[in-house]
């Protein structure tokens, strides 16, 4: 079993849909959880970090965290075409340790 | 303010060669972190450096070596290049303090032949 999992898409949405994006991770020591977005032929973006459980928001960006079931979602609402990429969770032990991510999600928003 | 920046950013070597690749981190960020990006994957973690230490090592052969240097860039050096080593090879650069908030490069696309 790989440490992180999430599945791969693609996903494909219309414009102005809300999108739910997660992954299932197996180690109970992450306590810090991060979402990157990266474009073809770039390095990822961080797009937001959650530390230990609970919800986390930022403009049409909402990450959440139950460590519990070892579960993370990242929701994008009013989707755009400007948000296709590929979305990579990640996440690490301490503020010191190294991130492990997961395979990535390909999104597509169609105008 | 210059971003995290990456040299080459593409670089074609033959099984066998040796390749070392280039990185400089964002301003005021001391820590540098290497992964190994192949297509449809995400990032695999190589190692990190700190005040010019390796200090995590993902699992990854003793090929892949690295460097960081006073002024925090650093080097990735791979030797006795496999055909399976073409990828993305990407930089990122934090504080120590703050691993979790990773800016990264552009990265350097290598391809072994």
């Known amino acids: 079993q790989k440490e992180v999992e999430q599945d791969p898409g693609p996903l494909s949405v219309p414009e102005g849909a809300i999108v739910s994006l997660n992954c299932t991770y197996s180690?109970?020591?992450?306590?810090?959880f991060m979402w990157y977005r990266q474009y073809s032929r770039k390095g990822p973006e961080l797009l937001m970090y959650?530390?230990?459980?609970g919800n986390k928001e930022d403009g049409r960006f909402t990450a959440q965290v139950d460590k519990s079931s070892k579960y993370i979602s990242l929701f994008i609402r009013d989707s755009q075409p400007s948000d296709s990429a590929t979305y990579l969770c990640?996440?690490?032990?301490?503020?010191?340790?190294?991130?492990?991510f997961g395979p990535g999600t390909s999104l597509s928003v169609i105008p | 303010d210059a971003g995290v920046t990456q040299s080459p950013t593409h670089l074609i070597k033959t099984r066998g060669q040796q390749v070392t690749l280039r990185c400089s981190p964002k301003?005021?960020?001391?820590?540098v972190s290497w992964y190994q990006q192949a297509l449809g994957q995400g990032p695999q973690f190589i190692f990190q450096?700190?005040?010019?230490?390796?200090?995590q090592r993902g699992n990854f052969p003793d090929r892949f070596s690295g460097h960081q240097f006073p002024n925090y860039s650093s080097e990735l050096n791979v030797n006795a290049l496999l055909l399976g080593d073409s990828a993305l090879y990407l930089c990122?650069?934090?504080?120590?303090?703050?691993?979790?908030?990773?800016?990264f490069g552009p990265g350097t696309r290598l391809t072994v032949t």
């Open positions: 990122a650069s934090s504080l120590w303090t703050d691993s979790y908030e990773q800016y």
């Open positions: 180690n109970s020591a992450f306590q810090y």
């Open positions: 959650t530390y230990s459980s």
């Open positions: 990640a996440m690490m032990k301490t503020s010191y340790d190294k991130v492990i």
């Open positions: 301003s005021g960020h001391d820590t």
């Open positions: 450096y700190y005040e010019e230490e390796e200090r």
